[in-house]
């Protein structure tokens, strides 16, 4: 669905409404707000940050950061717009996306789980609780998936064989440990822990399951359609939104959001405008303000310079 939008600026805050049905409610608003004397700006948004997921976002499938990613990159920082990640990765497995994007402030690895400066010394990190932490594991396993655990500067896998390992270590470029189980001393340390398995609906299932019993002991979301993660109830996108907010001292009306799987909609949520990537599901281009191309076909830089940039003077 093509998405219609306008940006208000009323009062020092920002409001952005998008989709077509919203339109008429948010004609009656405008309305009211002009009675009141708030000046009203259409079309374009006015945004000082845009953070960025990266697998399915930033990088296309194969795990590439293309050209014309690293240039709409300089492009943000030519016109003063801040540009940060966040990812179910590691923050070492976001390394080497630092230089190419130029980046500057906070990295929030984990979903959240671990805020780092570019050169990755921790600004702040949120582990699960202990016990929240081996219930976890023990639903993740009870349900038939593979699990792995990931402390601040490790991971750890069951298995070096197992589905996903040798594709998540080209993606992240370190190495994991092997352990035949998990120690009571490793799970109390981390930050997070995943549910891997290739049936897709026993994914979904789990995920229902480890929310309904954890309930808001802990966040549990798909960060890929075969990948369950368990966080920290801080460690989640939407929070990732409210801390570089108050890190920066950007108001969230004034930071875009840009991704593709269900985890993204929570910053979506919390952002003055979200994007939505080609490649994502209808529900969350349902959730967004905005949508453009997939990863395959430059969604990231398209997305940049059609609804963050600000417009060329005519």
Not at 107 to 113: E, L, P, R, T, V
Not at 116 to 138: G, M, Q, R, W, Y
Request: net charge negative; charged share 25%.
């Amino acid at each position: 669905m093509k998405a219609a939008f306008a940006f208000v600026h009323y009062k020092g805050q920002a409001e952005v409404i998008a989709h077509p049905d919203l339109l008429s409610d948010f004609r009656y608003r405008l309305v009211e707000k002009r009675r009141e004397g708030a000046q009203d700006v259409s079309g374009h948004p006015d945004i000082r940050l845009l953070l960025a997921d990266v697998d399915g976002t930033l990088v296309t499938q194969e795990k590439v950061l293309t050209e014309a990613a690293k240039e709409a990159a300089r492009e943000l920082h030519d016109a003063g717009i801040a540009l940060a990640i966040t990812s179910g990765r590691p923050p070492r497995g976001m390394s080497m996306l630092i230089k190419p994007l130029a980046l500057r402030g906070a990295i929030a690895g984990f979903n959240g789980g671990v805020f780092v400066n570019p050169d990755l010394s921790v600004i702040e990190s949120h582990t699960l609780d202990p016990a929240t932490a081996k219930l976890a594991l023990k639903l993740i396993l009870d349900q038939g998936l593979d699990a792995w655990v990931y402390t601040e500067d490790e991971w750890l896998i069951r298995d070096k064989e197992a589905p996903h390992v040798a594709r998540e270590t080209w993606t992240v470029k370190f190495d994991a440990k092997v352990e035949t189980s998990f120690t009571d001393v490793q799970l109390a340390q981390a930050v997070k822990i995943v549910g891997i398995s290739d049936d897709l609906d026993l994914v979904a299932a789990c995920e229902k399951a480890v929310q309904n019993t954890l309930g808001e002991k802990a966040s549990a979301a798909r960060s890929q359609p075969y990948y369950l993660d368990v966080t920290h109830t801080q460690a989640n996108k939407g929070t990732v939104v409210t801390t570089l907010s108050k890190l920066l001292n950007i108001p969230p009306a004034q930071i875009a959001t840009i991704g593709d799987m269900p985890n993204d909609v929570l910053m979506f949520r919390k952002s003055g405008f979200s994007i939505a990537m080609g490649n994502s599901s209808d529900e969350v281009k349902a959730q967004a303000s905005a949508v453009t191309d997939s990863n395959e076909n430059e969604g990231f830089a398209k997305a940049v310079r059609k609804f963050v940039l600000p417009p060329a003077a005519p």
